[in-house]
């Protein structure tokens, strides 16, 4: 509970601070958090399905690729429903980076026959101790890899109220697991969820 009264009076300072434009899709995300810590004890459940129906629920934009990329089936143990709010707010984050991305290059290029279609991949596995998933986009990067990304109010996009990253790691520490953001090798973002394997 201490979270949400957290979340709550960061709304009420987000309301008076940023023009009282707090997005129904950031209260919707702290009703699915209080939800979703309703129910924490881990059960079993095919990681390459709980990905694949998190993709599809999200009903990405077709101009982004969405490449899934692991063990099909990997049956293991966490909190689906913590798992998810996380995993959609990587996962929209990198569909957004990786379109500004392709704006940008789209705006540099005179080639429109063969347009750059930018991409995000999502891989899953497991190690002897960690569950782990990562989402790699295609966008241009990250400014600097501070940990601010997570804090409360925290968002370099506009009209976005900065809870999204606060939420996704409230519920990755809800199952004591944990979330990161970090330069991919490759360029673009790598986020990442670890939790721990269990049974």
Known sequence: MR???S???TCSLANSS????????????IEDLQSATKATSQEQF????FVDETVDAEQLDQAVEVLAVGTRPLLVYGVPRLLKLAL???????VDASKEAQTIAKSRTLDTE???IPGVVISWGV???DCWISVIDSGIGLPNTDTLWF??????????SGFGLAIAKQAMETMDGTIGLEPSSGGGAKFSLTWQRSQ
């Open 3 to 5: 979270l949400f009264s």
């Open 7 to 9: 979340l709550t009076s």
């Open 18 to 29: 940023r023009s009282r434009v707090v997005t129904a899709l950031t209260l919707a995300a």
């Open 46 to 49: 095919d990681l390459a399905a």
């Open 88 to 94: 959609r707010n990587g996962l929209r984050n990198a």
């Open 114 to 116: 063969h347009p750059n």
């Open 127 to 129: 190690t002897d101790i």
């Open 151 to 160: 804090e409360l109010g925290t968002s370099t996009k506009p009209r976005h």
